[in-house]
């Protein structure tokens, strides 16, 4: 990362990373629809996102974050609203 990471490791389950390549707003919810990070994200920050059952992204540009899994980048987010637990379902590319 060029920037600051926000979020915190979690174990169990794959490390994922959503870095802005530029500036972008982020904002992962609870299953409730509560907020649980809002942060309009500057070239380079990160987020750690936790391995917590229902989060969603909703973000303004998907094209504006890279996704990395364990370390290894696999694209840009694929989808401005959807569930985080898909990012990670498949695993880092092989």
């Known amino acids: 990362p060029d920037g600051a990471i ?3 490791a979690m174990p169990g389950g794959p490390a994922i990373i959503l870095q802005a390549r530029r ?14 990070f809002a942060r309009q994200m500057a070239a380079g920050e990160a987020y750690h996102v936790p391995t917590l059952k229902g989060l969603t992204t909703d973000v303004s540009d998907p094209a504006a974050f890279a ?14 609203k959807m569930p985080l637990a898909r990012l990670g379902a498949a695993g880092p590319p092989r």
Do not use: E, F, K, R
């Not at 500036?23 to 649980?36: D, F, K, R």
């Not at 996704?67 to 401005?80: K, Q, S």
């Open 67 to 80: 996704v990395y899994i364990d370390g290894v980048l696999t694209g840009p987010l694929p989808a401005a």
């Open 23 to 36: 500036s972008a707003a982020l904002v992962v919810q609870s299953p409730s629809g509560a907020v649980y």
């Open 6 to 8: 926000y979020g915190v």
